[in-house]
């Protein structure tokens, strides 16, 4: 964690440590001082205590969830301001501070309908907003300065306070007439901030329902109970035990939905990471707008994708946007998503509450320019091996192709001409024996072996470029004969299914020519098996000895020969070689393609 990060939670921890205690400090001193007789029952006074508590540890919630700073400081600014009534007992006797303690008492229920107001951005955010929140400031305002000015121990009920330094004149009808009036507003504005957000909940789409899902009923509760105790306050009646209950309930509440309904916010947010898991590979389109309609809770959405070639918006079956899709009165909002370099990618029509959240919109724009992004790369990908696989079989092929030339021009030219040659030495050597020069015969006949060995070596190369044996005959006769030139003993079974295309035949034929090599030069074995077979449109290969083992498919020209060979045409190798127990070598090597004669 960095140290500046560790200097604000050790400030907010020690803020809130110490507004907790001022809290418990006055509830407890009200309760103690207070008679017996005038005390509230314990379970109220305990209950009474703990909405501070629950404020605090919301505010220390909402310093680590909140978009703003705004509401952990309200929520502070609650547990300041949350006094009880008991403890002018305590502070009556401080002529200069009960007056202003009694001027803010009631500074908790302002604080705590702007934390609603603000819910869930944190930050009032439109005119109506700042009305409500204009007007219960100004009306505190008023309370605060007819308190100070005109209020005496006998106006505010308290008997055991010392005389209103403040005070200018003596005035109760007036200090009567605002300070109902002051209750009285606060009601009705916490009543028109409850119906505002229960009639847009009721009203408002699924998205919306979402985001403000426990705080309308909460401040309903509590604005119900707020106005009825103002009322009971007014007519100089004793408000229900029941009612006040119910209000304390109901008020701490209020910063538990707040934090619940901005977590619920941030986890939206989060299920965008779900929502790039599922499209990073370049999901298709129809899933797209499916995945995230599911992502925003809102059935609504719609993506209207850029059609270069039309130049206009169309969705995933192709119906372009309509003018009401785009109309910023309506009850949507369109999010443009366009590349870094500002090519236009979609628009995506979602429910206008979501633009509340543009760090929840930023995260779905970025996961549409990384899906299409990665859509993008994938085909290119895709493309450029499919040009490298066909530009390797063009290569193998042609390849081949040069193999068969040479042994043709090897056959029918070079050979050919050597074993005419050889033919007229040997007439020559003979003709020299008949007319009786010997010397002349014996040397022929050594050029003629000489001869004979570079005709045996010229036909060895040719078979080595690319054996007349595998072009006639197919696997079935040609892997046989390579078995036999190996020096290790090789059992061989060949499962003839017709002949194979041509670059197959070659592959298999040198990939086993390679590995028996192998087999011979590395194993150390004694014995070796070869068995070739069609299965599943797949021609597979076994090449397996009874060796010392330890080979791998990283170390060798050999194999890696074998592996480029293989690779060419698609197929795959596996490799079984534990030290000691023999190598076994699997080659499979798709077909693509019906059999020669088929």
Same mark, same amino acid.
């Given at each position: 964690?960095?140290?500046?990060?560790?200097? =604000?939670?050790?400030?907010?921890?020690?803020?809130?440590?110490?507004?907790?205690?001022?809290?418990? /400090?006055?509830?407890?001193?009200?309760?103690?001082?207070?008679?017996?007789?005038?005390?509230?029952?314990?379970?109220?006074?305990?209950?009474?205590?703990?909405?501070?508590?629950?404020?605090?540890?919301?505010?220390?919630?909402?310093?680590?969830?909140?978009? /703003?700073?705004?509401?952990?400081?309200?929520?502070?600014?609650?547990?300041?301001?949350?006094?009880?009534?008991?403890?002018?007992?305590?502070?009556?006797?401080?002529?200069?501070?009960?007056?202003?303690?009694?001027?803010?008492?009631?500074?908790?229920?302002?604080?705590?309908?702007?934390?609603?107001?603000?819910?869930?951005?944190?930050?009032?955010?439109?005119?109506?907003?700042?009305?409500?929140?204009?007007?219960?400031?100004?009306?505190?305002?008023?309370?605060?300065?007819?308190?100070?000015?005109?209020?005496?121990?006998?106006?505010?009920?308290?008997?055991?306070?010392?005389?209103?330094?403040?005070?200018?004149?003596?005035?109760?009808?007036?200090?009567?007439?605002?300070?109902?009036?002051?209750?009285?507003?606060?009601?009705?504005?916490?009543?028109?901030?409850?119906?505002?957000?229960?009639?847009?909940?009721?009203?408002?789409?699924?998205?919306? =329902?979402?985001?403000?899902?426990?705080?309308?009923?909460?401040?309903?509760?509590?604005?119900?109970?707020?106005?009825?105790?103002?009322?009971?306050?007014?007519?100089?009646?004793?408000?229900?035990?029941?009612? *006040?209950?119910?209000?304390?309930?109901?008020?701490?509440?209020?910063?538990?939905?707040?934090?619940?309904?901005?977590?619920?916010?941030?986890?939206?947010?989060?299920?965008?990471?779900?929502?790039?898991?599922?499209?990073?590979?370049?999901?298709?389109?129809?899933?797209?707008? %499916?995945?995230?309609?599911? /992502?925003?809770?809102?059935?609504?959405?719609?993506?209207?994708?850029?059609?270069? %070639?039309?130049?206009?918006?169309?969705?995933?079956?192709?119906?372009?946007?309509?003018?009401?899709?785009?109309?910023?009165?309506?009850?949507?909002?369109?999010?443009?998503?366009?590349?870094?370099?500002?090519?236009?990618?979609?628009?995506?029509?979602?429910?206008?509450?979501?633009?509340?959240?543009?760090?929840?919109?930023?995260?779905?724009?970025?996961?549409? =320019?990384?899906?299409?992004?990665?859509?993008?790369?994938?085909?290119?990908?895709?493309?450029?091996? %499919?040009?490298?696989?066909?530009?390797?079989?063009?290569?193998?092929?042609?390849?081949? &192709?040069?193999?068969?030339?040479?042994?043709?021009?090897?056959?029918?030219?070079?050979? *050919?001409?050597?074993?005419?040659?050889?033919?007229?030495?040997?007439?020559?050597?003979?003709?020299?024996?008949?007319?009786?020069?010997?010397?002349?015969?014996? &040397?022929?006949?050594?050029?003629?072996?000489?001869?004979?060995?570079?005709?045996?070596?010229?036909?060895?190369?040719?078979?080595?470029?690319?054996?007349?044996?595998?072009?006639?005959?197919?696997?079935?006769?040609?892997?046989?004969?390579?078995?036999?030139?190996?020096?290790?003993?090789?059992?061989?079974?060949?499962?003839?299914?017709?002949?194979?295309?041509?670059?197959?035949?070659?592959?298999?034929?040198?990939?086993?020519?390679?590995?028996?090599?192998?087999?011979?030069?590395?194993?150390?074995?004694?014995?070796?098996?070869?068995?070739?077979?069609?299965?599943?449109?797949?021609?597979?290969?076994?090449?397996?000895?009874?060796?010392?083992?330890?080979?791998?498919? +990283?170390?060798?020209?050999?194999?890696?020969?074998?592996?480029?060979?293989? +690779?060419?045409?698609?197929?795959?190798?596996?490799? &079984?070689?534990?030290?000691?127990?023999?190598?076994?070598?699997?080659?499979?090597?798709?077909?693509?393609?019906?059999?020669?004669?088929?």
């Amino acid at each position: 964690m960095a140290p500046g990060r560790k200097g =604000r939670i050790a400030r907010r921890t020690a803020v809130i440590t110490v507004v907790v205690a001022l809290s418990l /400090t006055m509830e407890i001193a009200g309760f103690l001082a207070t008679p017996a007789a005038e005390r509230d029952e314990v379970s109220y006074t305990t209950l009474h205590a703990i909405v501070p508590l629950v404020f605090a540890a919301c505010a220390g919630v909402a310093w680590a969830i909140s978009p /703003t700073r705004v509401p952990p400081r309200l929520m502070i600014a609650f547990v300041v301001l949350w006094i009880p009534q008991s403890i002018y007992f305590v502070i009556g006797a401080w002529a200069w501070v009960w007056p202003l303690v009694r001027g803010v008492d009631l500074g908790w229920a302002v604080v705590a309908g702007i934390l609603v107001l603000v819910y869930p951005k944190g930050l009032l955010s439109d005119g109506f907003d700042r009305w409500i929140a204009g007007i219960a400031i100004v009306a505190s305002v008023v309370n605060l300065l007819t308190v100070l000015l005109f209020a005496s121990p006998d106006v505010v009920d308290c008997a055991s306070c010392a005389p209103n330094p403040y005070q200018l004149a003596d005035a109760p009808l007036l200090f009567g007439i605002v300070d109902i009036g002051y209750r009285m507003i606060g009601g009705l504005l916490a009543l028109a901030i409850a119906g505002r957000l229960l009639v847009r909940w009721v009203r408002a789409s699924v998205p919306a =329902r979402t985001v403000a899902f426990l705080m309308p009923l909460a401040l309903f509760a509590w604005a119900t109970t707020l106005a009825a105790q103002a009322v009971t306050y007014a007519v100089a009646t004793t408000s229900d035990v029941v009612l *006040q209950t119910v209000s304390l309930i109901a008020m701490a509440s209020i910063p538990v939905s707040f934090d619940a309904g901005v977590a619920h916010t941030r986890n939206m947010r989060a299920r965008v990471a779900d929502l790039m898991r599922i499209t990073r590979e370049g999901a298709d389109r129809g899933l797209w707008a %499916e995945s995230l309609a599911r /992502t925003l809770r809102d059935a609504s959405v719609r993506v209207y994708w850029w059609d270069e %070639e039309r130049g206009r918006y169309a969705d995933a079956t192709g119906t372009p946007i309509e003018a009401s899709d785009a109309d910023p009165r309506g009850s949507h909002s369109i999010l443009p998503v366009a590349s870094p370099l500002g090519a236009p990618i979609a628009l995506i029509r979602h429910d206008r509450v979501l633009t509340d959240n543009m760090r929840l919109l930023d995260g779905v724009s970025s996961a549409l =320019r990384l899906s299409v992004d990665n859509g993008r790369l994938r085909s290119e990908v895709e493309r450029t091996l %499919e040009q490298v696989r066909q530009s390797r079989t063009r290569i193998v092929e042609a390849g081949l &192709e040069a193999r068969r030339r040479i042994e043709r021009d090897l056959h029918d030219g070079a050979q *050919q001409h050597l074993v005419s040659l050889g033919m007229r030495l040997r007439l020559a050597a003979n003709q020299a024996r008949d007319r009786g020069v010997e010397p002349v015969g014996v &040397e022929l006949d050594g050029t003629i072996g000489m001869l004979n060995q570079a005709l045996k070596e010229l036909r060895e190369l040719a078979h080595g470029i690319h054996p007349s044996l595998l072009s006639s005959g197919g696997l079935a006769l040609a892997v046989p004969e390579l078995a036999g030139r190996c020096p290790v003993p090789v059992s061989v079974e060949v499962q003839a299914e017709g002949r194979l295309p041509e670059v197959i035949e070659s592959t298999a034929y040198f990939a086993l020519a390679e590995a028996l090599a192998n087999v011979a030069k590395h194993s150390g074995a004694t014995r070796a098996w070869v068995r070739a077979r069609v299965f599943d449109h797949e021609l597979q290969l076994v090449v397996r000895d009874n060796g010392t083992g330890g080979a791998s498919l +990283d170390r060798g020209t050999g194999m890696l020969g074998i592996v480029d060979r293989v +690779d060419a045409v698609g197929g795959t190798i596996e490799l &079984e070689s534990p030290p000691g127990a023999g190598t076994t070598l699997t080659i499979r090597i798709p077909l693509g393609g019906p059999l020669r004669g088929e």
